[in-house]
């Protein structure tokens, strides 16, 4: 997954509304170049959903929208990305993805805040 320098991947679930909304606020940001990754109507791969885990610096059950890390213990990695491949229902979305910084975006309002801080930086 190649990024280059000022550029976000912002990866979401066109079948939510809230996913939706986020991407406008995204989009909205001037200063970084937005390249979208619909996983509604283009499913990742299995090592472009390792390589985001990797990015965020979280296990793969993180990326799962389920609260309870307990229900995928059972489970191994391989197992867990194949279903996130077939099912991205399941993972936790709107995603930032960046070469300096990768998030999962909470709300709306903390792309405004990751904003406000990456001008304060400059």
């Not at 990326?63 to 890390?69: H, I, P």
């Not at 391989?78 to 975006?105: A, Q, W, Y």
Request: hydrophobic share 35%.
């Amino acid at each position: 997954m190649q990024i280059s320098e000022g550029e976000y991947l912002f990866i979401y679930n066109s079948n939510m509304i809230q996913d939706k909304t986020a991407k406008g606020y995204a989009l909205s940001i001037k200063h970084v170049k937005i390249n979208e990754k619909d996983i509604h109507k283009d499913h990742l791969t299995p090592k472009q959903i390792a390589e985001i885990a990797n990015h965020l610096d979280i296990s793969i059950k993180e990326l799962y929208r389920e609260k309870s890390a307990t229900a995928y213990e059972q489970f191994t990695d391989d197992e867990l990305i194949r279903v996130l491949s077939i099912d991205p229902s399941k993972m936790k979305t709107p995603i930032i993805v960046s070469p300096k910084h990768s998030f999962i975006v909470g709300s709306s309002y903390e792309l405004i805040k990751e904003e406000l801080s990456v001008n304060e930086t400059k």
